[in-house]
């Protein structure tokens, strides 16, 4: 079974050497484990990869590249310089059998801090309940990497116009079709272009034509007076429960016509 060159992605059979790797695993029965890995060396058989020589790769849920440390000791070592920090952590990770130093515990801890994001340029806004009917905010999602950008503690027009100052990258603004949110975008950043979102265009052509059968609801009531359904326009499904909805229908008409 051959390895994968990382530069140029072609798979190499050709071993050429073999070297002893050690690392360190979580400890087991009050003693400190260390694995010793065999890895192979292999020739590139790309003859324009840069890369003559290369070591094969094991998954990085085992063990990641050049690490001293295995992918699960890593990460319960992140989570000790999280919670504890650099002095505190370095002495409850010895007590662990886990000796690591109080700065690789913070350079654990920065290499798997979030790198910094691309400025939003589309966004949406809507309004969210931290407690229904008694707390609101609004939340800003990034729509074209699809997650939440900030949340704001209210829904005032002044909250929404100070966010949108800080972020003057901001290009499409997704709203609901209410004046609040649209007036604070408008005073904000007059240049943004501002569109109703699919989903307040769906509610409100759904309450639209809600609105249109409400009113149409006698000259529906008057098609539905032959009291009975033909069964052959039903499915299969509908047939086997014709009998409840004819008594429905009939109930509808008895209701109407009281």
Not at 86 to 95: D, E, N, W
Not at 187 to 205: K, S
Request: with cysteine.
């Amino acid at each position: 079974m051959g390895s994968i060159c990382p530069d140029c992605g072609m798979q190499s059979r050709q071993v050429h050497s073999r070297y002893e790797r050690s690392v360190s695993d979580l400890p087991a029965h009050g003693r400190r484990v260390r694995i010793k890995l065999t890895v192979r060396r292999f020739r590139s058989s790309n003859a324009c990869c840069p890369r003559v020589i290369f070591a094969e790769r094991f998954w990085d849920e085992i063990v990641a590249p050049y690490a001293r440390r295995t992918a699960r000791l890593q990460t319960i070592v992140h989570h000790l310089g999280l919670a504890l920090g650099g002095r505190p952590g370095q002495g409850l990770a010895r007590r662990l059998l886990m000796p690591v130093s109080k700065d690789t515990l913070l350079r654990v801890v920065r290499a798997r801090a979030p790198k910094a994001k691309p400025a939003s340029r589309v966004i949406g806004i809507d309004d969210w309940a931290g407690k229904r009917g008694h707390r609101y905010g609004t939340v800003v999602c990034d729509l074209e990497r699809r997650q939440i950008v900030d949340l704001l503690p209210d829904r005032e027009a002044a909250t929404v116009e100070a966010w949108l100052a800080d972020h003057p990258a901001v290009e499409i603004v997704s709203r609901d079709r209410g004046g609040g949110y649209g007036q604070a975008v408008a005073r904000a950043a007059p240049v943004v272009v501002q569109v109703a979102d699919r989903w307040h265009l769906m509610e409100n052509a759904s309450r639209a034509f809600l609105d249109v059968v409400r009113r149409s609801m006698t000259p529906i009531r008057q098609a539905l007076g032959a009291r009975t359904i033909d069964p052959e326009l039903l499915t299969s499904a509908e047939r086997a429960g014709s009998g409840n909805l004819n008594r429905g229908v009939e109930w509808i008409i008895r209701a109407t016509s009281a």
